[in-house]
């Protein structure tokens, strides 16, 4: 049996995790919104139309935080369309993803949404179609407290007190020619800045996320976050990152050691970000918001794919069924967001219902979780506290990583990938939370962790999500096919952990103060 050892001390940190890197995200795309959130008529909606249903997985999941409306989508939108009384709103065309948007839910819908799911609300302004005058007009429609045009108009549609949003993300994917009027850096650094100014005079208390690449894989990338954040670095507290893994190559081994790429991507933008506070001698920092990152490859469609499917309203698009295998790739993902707490102050899993996500409905019928709605449930639970560094000792093994999305098609060689991808959080109350990966799709992986600074520990809780077969999914008709069970065996003597874990498993683990 393969042997990982740990050292771990209480007192070496990371950083403590910003509550918002447990956020996700609600897009104006395909069954998110419509048949997923909100669904009228639906035998568990409340009378705003809310499925109650999803609700209470969307409580069990544990976001924090959540973006919307978009994604590409909002790169077109008029918030305009979504405000105000519904039997008068537009239905327009949405160049994002080839449908119909009637606009019966918009900015007011989704804050009471957020309120009923508890959780924060993040919003991203048009920056693509628009500019800063509709930006800051939002700003004023949500934020302002009344005595003028755009706050009075918030208080006569039935929302009296501002909403009071802190987060807002300046575009989506500016850098993308899939996007509707892409930029170059130059020019929507510019607009970017000019948007921000405008937004934090009307509310001071904002907190603005500048695009940074749509992903690593950009022929722009590293030049594109330059550019930008010379132009904002003082008007924006935080750059975008967005990652989706895939698995093209039907390369187990190559999929799991993926989110290894993601640790060097976040590595590189706080690198390029800290370069460009250097230049200005500034003590400035900039933080990274990773506002979409998930696995998602089958269900990509190209857009002339989506022309000959017409206009329809919410069709069942990017519906990606996930397995255990994506599962255990999306654990991988959520370690390195923890073992980066230091500079990731927010993370957005994109997304959350129907589209690329951990809970799945049926339009009228059942919701169910996904096998990814597991790691991240722990995640959530388990990833709150101070994030602790972990010194590893274990085999690794060589991956070649290929990624066709973007405009660069190219392999990424991984030569060094632990089969042990671990994370270490020290909690509040003295316990001590390990989410642990083991890699090795054959052998069982004997985990010895030496842990200092806590006393002595007692086991609360330990689960594993495995299955025998990589390919299980959950669906409607066997809803619970992957689905955690207890880990065993777990043996504790102080502050000396041995952990035996199954081959290709994530597992939890919560300590506790004996
Ligand atoms: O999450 C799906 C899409 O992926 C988003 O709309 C876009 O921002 C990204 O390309």
């Given at each position: 049996m393969r042997q990982a050892h740990?050292?771990?001390?209480?007192?070496?940190?990371?950083?403590?995790?910003?509550?918002?890197?447990?956020?996700?995200?609600?897009?104006?795309?395909?069954?998110?919104?419509?048949?997923?959130?909100?669904?009228?008529?639906?035998?568990?909606?409340?009378?705003?139309?809310?499925?109650?249903?999803?609700?209470?997985?969307?409580?069990?999941?544990?976001?924090?935080?959540?973006?919307?409306?978009g994604g590409n989508f909002?790169?077109?939108?008029?918030?305009?369309?979504?405000?105000?009384?519904?039997?008068?709103?537009?239905r327009r065309l949405d160049l994002a993803w080839f449908s119909t948007e009637p606009n019966t839910f918009g900015t007011n819908e989704f804050v009471d949404w957020c309120r009923a799911a508890q959780v924060e609300p993040m919003l991203a302004v048009n920056l693509g179609t628009r500019d800063g005058d509709a930006a800051r007009n939002l700003v004023e429609y949500c934020n302002h407290p009344g005595g003028t045009a755009w706050s009075e108009l918030r208080r006569q549609h039935g929302w009296d007190q501002p909403?009071?949003?802190?987060?807002?993300?300046?575009?989506?994917?500016?850098?993308?020619?899939?996007?509707?009027?892409?930029?170059?850096?130059?020019?929507?650094?510019?607009?970017?800045?000019?948007?921000?100014?405008?937004?934090?005079?009307?509310?001071?208390?904002?907190?603005?996320?500048?695009?940074?690449?749509?992903?690593?894989?950009?022929?722009?990338?590293?030049?594109?976050?330059?550019?930008?954040?010379?132009?904002?670095?003082?008007h924006v507290e935080y750059i975008s990152l967005h990652t989706y893994i895939n698995d093209y190559q039907g390369d187990t081994r190559a999929l799991l050691a993926a989110p290894d790429l993601m640790d060097r991507f976040i590595d590189e933008v706080v690198a390029i970000a800290?370069?460009?506070?250097?230049?200005?001698?500034?003590?400035?920092?900039?933080?990274?918001?990773?506002?979409?990152?998930?696995?998602?490859?089958?269900?990509?469609?190209?857009?002339?794919?989506?022309?000959?499917?017409?206009?329809?309203?919410?069709?069942?698009?990017?519906?990606?069924?996930?397995?255990?295998?994506?599962?255990?790739?999306?654990?991988?993902?959520c370690i390195t967001l923890l073992n980066h707490a230091d500079r990731v102050k927010a993370a957005c899993l994109a997304q959350l219902v129907n589209v690329i996500a951990p809970i799945m409905t049926e339009t009228g019928g059942a919701a169910w979780r996904q096998t990814i709605f597991h790691p991240f449930a722990d995640f959530s639970r388990l990833g709150r506290?101070?994030?602790?560094?972990?010194?590893?000792?274990?085999?690794?093994?060589?991956?070649?990583?290929?990624?066709?999305?973007?405009?660069?098609?190219?392999?990424?060689?991984?030569?060094?990938?632990?089969?042990?991808?671990?994370?270490?959080?020290?909690?509040?109350?003295?316990?001590?939370?390990?989410?642990?990966?083991?890699?090795?799709?054959?052998?069982?992986?004997?985990?010895?962790?030496?842990?200092?600074?806590?006393?002595?520990?007692?086991?609360?809780?330990a689960q594993q999500l495995r299955h025998d077969d990589l390919t299980a999914c959950n669906t409607a008709a066997a809803p619970q096919r992957v689905a955690p069970a207890a880990l065993k065996p777990v043996s504790i003597d102080g502050e000396r952990i041995r952990l035996t874990l199954a081959p290709a498993s994530w597992n939890a683990v919560q300590l506790v103060p004996a």
């Amino acid at each position: 049996m393969r042997q990982a050892h740990v050292l771990l001390d209480r007192d070496f940190t990371i950083g403590d995790t910003d509550p918002r890197l447990f956020g996700a995200f609600v897009e104006h795309l395909g069954r998110c919104v419509y048949g997923g959130i909100f669904e009228p008529g639906h035998p568990s909606a409340d009378e705003r139309g809310f499925r109650r249903d999803v609700l209470d997985l969307v409580r069990e999941l544990g976001p924090t935080i959540m973006r919307y409306p978009g994604g590409n989508f909002v790169s077109g939108y008029n918030w305009e369309d979504g405000i105000g009384p519904i039997a008068q709103r537009p239905r327009r065309l949405d160049l994002a993803w080839f449908s119909t948007e009637p606009n019966t839910f918009g900015t007011n819908e989704f804050v009471d949404w957020c309120r009923a799911a508890q959780v924060e609300p993040m919003l991203a302004v048009n920056l693509g179609t628009r500019d800063g005058d509709a930006a800051r007009n939002l700003v004023e429609y949500c934020n302002h407290p009344g005595g003028t045009a755009w706050s009075e108009l918030r208080r006569q549609h039935g929302w009296d007190q501002p909403h009071d949003i802190r987060f807002w993300c300046l575009g989506n994917e500016m850098d993308g020619p899939w996007q509707m009027e892409s930029k170059t850096a130059a020019e929507y650094g510019r607009i970017a800045v000019e948007a921000a100014k405008m937004m934090r005079w009307i509310d001071p208390r904002i907190e603005l996320a500048a695009c940074g690449s749509s992903g690593r894989n950009m022929p722009t990338f590293g030049a594109w976050e330059e550019t930008v954040l010379e132009h904002t670095f003082d008007h924006v507290e935080y750059i975008s990152l967005h990652t989706y893994i895939n698995d093209y190559q039907g390369d187990t081994r190559a999929l799991l050691a993926a989110p290894d790429l993601m640790d060097r991507f976040i590595d590189e933008v706080v690198a390029i970000a800290d370069a460009v506070a250097a230049k200005r001698r500034s003590p400035k920092r900039i933080m990274l918001s990773f506002d979409e990152w998930n696995v998602w490859y089958r269900t990509r469609r190209t857009r002339a794919a989506r022309v000959k499917e017409g206009w329809p309203v919410a069709p069942p698009i990017l519906e990606e069924i996930y397995s255990m295998q994506d599962a255990l790739a999306f654990g991988g993902m959520c370690i390195t967001l923890l073992n980066h707490a230091d500079r990731v102050k927010a993370a957005c899993l994109a997304q959350l219902v129907n589209v690329i996500a951990p809970i799945m409905t049926e339009t009228g019928g059942a919701a169910w979780r996904q096998t990814i709605f597991h790691p991240f449930a722990d995640f959530s639970r388990l990833g709150r506290g101070s994030v602790l560094r972990t010194r590893v000792e274990c085999d690794t093994f060589a991956a070649n990583y290929y990624d066709p999305r973007g405009t660069i098609d190219q392999y990424f060689p991984i030569p060094a990938a632990p089969h042990l991808k671990l994370a270490a959080v020290a909690d509040a109350r003295g316990g001590l939370n390990l989410l642990l990966l083991n890699r090795d799709l054959q052998g069982e992986l004997s985990v010895e962790i030496s842990a200092r600074g806590f006393g002595a520990l007692a086991l609360a809780q330990a689960q594993q999500l495995r299955h025998d077969d990589l390919t299980a999914c959950n669906t409607a008709a066997a809803p619970q096919r992957v689905a955690p069970a207890a880990l065993k065996p777990v043996s504790i003597d102080g502050e000396r952990i041995r952990l035996t874990l199954a081959p290709a498993s994530w597992n939890a683990v919560q300590l506790v103060p004996a």
